[in-house]
């Protein structure tokens, strides 16, 4: 009896220790999502303003332009700019579920940090996908948003779209399994 009490003693007093030091995986969770948000939203917004000011001179160090070519071609220049905005939107969808899951609910789970986790690449994904299907005309949106005469409104409607669908990704999904259902049952 004896014996119990004293290992009680000490579990309770090793569990005040944890909790209270502020090392603990949930604190380390709760610290760590939100500087992963900040520098993916970071780094997003850093390339549209090197899109913007010097056309992705950072990509052309990465990619060698053919000799003769001193910018990249205008439609992979728009599909940055979607991804960009997507993932943009993702930032913000991501800062606003995580007041939401922290300071409003006080919901917050470790489950819910793998979907913080894979948030840019699912924004990639989608704003690849988005521009693909404005591209391909199955969505066409008002104005002459494609003209390389108004690059820099282009280049602004692309990266509202894609930041349209990076916040709302869940609804985008929903319409590519109905557009996917649509192109399997026509061709029965």
Not at 82 to 107: C, M, N, P
Request: aromatic share 12%; proline share 3%; hydrophobic share 45%.
């Amino acid at each position: 009896m004896w014996r119990g009490v004293i290992i009680l003693g000490k579990v309770d007093d090793e569990e005040f220790n944890v909790n209270n030091s502020g090392c603990s995986p949930g604190r380390l969770v709760l610290i760590g999502v939100p500087i992963y948000i900040f520098l993916y939203v970071m780094m997003a917004i850093w390339l549209l303003f090197d899109g913007w000011i010097t056309n992705f001179s950072s990509f052309q160090l990465v990619w060698s332009l053919p000799k003769g070519q001193t910018s990249l071609p205008s439609h992979v220049v728009f599909s940055i700019y979607t991804i960009l905005g997507a993932i943009i939107g993702s930032g913000v969808l991501g800062i606003t579920s995580f007041h939401r899951y922290v300071a409003i609910e006080k919901s917050f789970d470790d489950d819910h940090v793998w979907g913080f986790i894979f948030s840019p690449l699912l924004a990639g994904s989608i704003g690849i996908l988005i521009f693909a299907i404005i591209q391909s005309g199955l969505i066409v949106l008002a104005g002459q948003i494609s003209s390389v005469e108004k690059e820099s409104n282009a280049t602004l409607g692309y990266l509202a779209i894609g930041g349209v669908t990076g916040y709302n990704w869940d609804k985008f999904i929903e319409r590519m399994q109905e557009l996917s259902s649509n192109i399997l049952n026509s061709k029965e």
